[in-house]
């Protein structure tokens, strides 16, 4: 069961409260729940179950200039652990939004989601 009016706003630096962020938001939420990593986002749903609505970030953390990868997970990770959620407990996806400056990162977040809804919703 979905938390009516919540919105999840994955975003490490982000703040949904200030400045015009919630434009992106899918739905005009009642509460939003700020989670800024991989691990909280996991972490918040597998306690609370879905949100109404989930708005993206894609780099969260920093990346490895080296080596050309993220320390930390991404929001892309976290778009495919959200999948593989909703098929195990047989959830639809809840309604979403990105809102990353990253757009390879952005398009690949919703090309995944898009993609699950087309197979299995």
Known sequence: MKNTGMLLWLDDTRNPMEGDWLVFSPIKPKEVIWVKSYKD???????????????????LGDLDINNATYVEKTGYDAAKWLVEYCI????KLPLYNVQSANN???ENIIRYLENYKKLYE
């Open 104 to 106: 390879v990162g952005k």
């Open 88 to 91: 195990e407990s047989r959830d």
């Open 41 to 59: 986002f996991v972490s918040w749903i597998t306690k609370n179950g879905l949100p109404e609505a989930i708005c993206f970030d894609h780099d």
